[in-house]
């Protein structure tokens, strides 16, 4: 699914200027790592594609459907094909793992399609199949809220599988999780969207990872762009840049960002 962001400016009611005149344009089947400081505009932009909230000028165009002016009509189709992954997992903690992962049916298909004493025998099996994908076929019984961090992302993956979306907005999937199983999610996460073709736009803090899965990095400051490159041209340079800001209480200060050349300039 192509993505066009051009000109976006998000000022929230209270006079919040998140974005201002962020313009980005991603390819049908590309995967970018967004980066940036805390409040930079990172979870806006993400929610703005995800129709969580309404820019308040320019446009984001998805699959030729601009989301600034759409009608109801034209969004709810279009979120079907969206499907998102975030730092906090969404997940019902007192049912089944096969239940979460079912859930992932409910936009396209209903409540009855999407619980598991009413679903289908392929649902049953597609939605067993996704677990497999993850290697959790095994927990497929197991209360959701037993699991680990990890796991429990990865439930999530699943559950999107059953979406079968085109485009994935991850927003801090790994935030919450420790490096071994960060790195875990985001295998399994790269690894379905290659297979499946799907446009992924990635929020990381962890700026090994990001330039390890992103082809293409986009740096977010204030809410404007600071560079949007390939990943093999943007220096340790460029990333320190990005973290240092005039507001200690945001980059300064983040002990999620994880990379040496930050700790050296704060140093
Ligand atoms: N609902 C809201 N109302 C008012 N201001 C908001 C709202 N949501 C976010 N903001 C502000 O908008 C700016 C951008 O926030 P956003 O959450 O997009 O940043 P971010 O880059 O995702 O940060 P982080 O890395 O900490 O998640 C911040 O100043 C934040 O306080």
């Given at each position: 699914m192509q993505v066009t962001v051009s000109d976006l400016t998000k000022v929230y009611p209270d006079g919040t200027r998140a974005l201002s005149g962020l313009s980005i344009d991603v390819s049908p089947g590309e995967g970018v790592v967004i980066l940036g400081h805390n409040g930079c505009g990172k979870s806006t932009l993400m929610k703005c594609l995800s129709g969580l909230e309404r820019p308040t000028s320019g446009r984001l165009v998805l699959?030729?459907?601009?989301?600034?002016?759409?009608?109801?009509?034209?969004?709810?189709?279009?979120?079907?094909?969206?499907?998102?992954?975030?730092?906090?997992?969404?997940?019902?903690?007192?049912?089944?793992?096969?239940?979460?992962?079912?859930?992932?049916?409910m936009g396209r298909h209903g409540i009855l399609a999407s619980h598991a004493l009413t679903a289908s025998r392929e649902s049953r099996l597609a939605a067993m199949q996704a677990l497999e994908r993850g290697g959790l076929a095994h927990l497929a019984a197991r209360r959701t809220d037993t699991l680990s961090g990890g796991q429990q992302q990865r439930v999530a993956i699943a559950?999107?599988?059953?979406?079968?979306?085109?485009?994935?907005?991850?927003?801090?999937?790994?935030?919450?999780?420790?490096?071994?199983?960060?790195r875990e999610v985001m295998e399994l996460l790269w690894s379905v969207v290659r297979e499946r073709g799907m446009t992924v736009l990635c929020v990381l803090h962890q700026i090994e990872l990001a330039r390890e899965f992103?082809?293409?990095?986009?740096?977010?400051?204030?809410?404007?762009?600071?560079?949007?490159?390939?990943?093999?041209?943007?220096s340790d340079a460029d990333i320190t840049a990005l973290y240092q800001t005039d507001t200690p209480q945001e980059a300064d200060t983040d002990e999620r960002v994880i990379t040496a050349p930050h700790r050296a300039a704060q140093a």
């Open positions: 699959d030729g459907i601009n989301l600034a002016s759409a009608s109801r009509r034209e969004l709810r189709p279009l979120r079907q094909r969206i499907g998102c992954v975030f730092q906090k997992f969404n997940m019902v903690g007192n049912l089944s793992v096969l239940q979460n992962v079912l859930f992932g049916l559950r999107m599988l059953m979406q079968d979306v085109e485009i994935v907005l991850a927003d801090e999937p790994v935030a919450s999780l420790d490096p071994k199983a960060g992103g082809k293409r990095l986009i740096g977010l400051k204030a809410g404007t762009l600071a560079f949007d490159r390939p990943t093999a041209d943007i």
